[in-house]
């Protein structure tokens, strides 16, 4: 890890503690559904933004919710800053996605799944895993034999058995983390 990540991550242990005044009041009761999940997303912004702030870096934050998850992305403004806070091989972006959860859920007293994307890297990885998935299940079909991936991580694992299962085909994991994959098998 380069010295210049383990400053930003040394800064971003300072925004996670909060007063622990954010918390709805006694009463409001819990939130659900959309509202649940558009104040993730708010809460993650706010978390972000001080973060931004705090490392001297320049992002715009997007908040989406697909699904049933909150998705918040920090849009590069100036070519070069937010690789900080990807790391090699997205560490960093695991980390902090890890931290705005738990930012998120102090805020809404919920436990927090929302997606984070720092300058497009998950997308990007989205889009290469699809397309390593398509390859595989080609395997897989044409052959008739289970077709065993690398190792992954969650995330990734998670858009490889999305992919499979739309193209009418069996996943499942298989392993222990971190070395988990997926092994994909034709129906």
């Known amino acids: 890890m380069s010295e210049n990540t383990e400053t930003v991550l040394d800064e971003v242990e300072t925004v996670v503690d909060g007063d622990g005044d954010s918390n709805p009041e006694e009463g409001e009761g819990k939130l659900s559904g959309q509202r649940l999940l558009e104040s993730e997303g708010d809460a993650a ?50 980390a902090l996605q890890e931290l705005t959860r738990l930012a998120a859920a102090r805020e809404t007293g919920e436990r927090s799944r929302l997606m984070l994307d720092i300058g497009g890297h998950r997308a990007a990885r989205r889009a290469a895993l699809v397309e390593e998935a398509k390859i595989a299940i080609e395997e897989a079909r044409s052959t ?44």
């Open 45 to 94: 912004a706010d978390y972000l933004e001080a973060l931004l702030d705090i490392t001297d870096l320049d992002g715009d934050i997007d908040i989406d919710v697909e699904g049933n998850r909150a998705m918040v992305s920090v849009v590069e403004v100036k070519t070069g800053d937010l690789h900080l806070l990807v790391g090699d091989g997205g560490e960093v972006l695991d």
């Open 144 to 187: 008739g034999e289970a077709v065993k991936m690398g190792p992954m991580t969650a995330f990734e694992r998670k858009v490889v058995h999305d992919a499979v299962a739309d193209a009418g085909f069996n996943s499942e994991s298989e392993g222990e983390d971190p070395k988990r994959c997926v092994v994909i098998r034709a129906s």
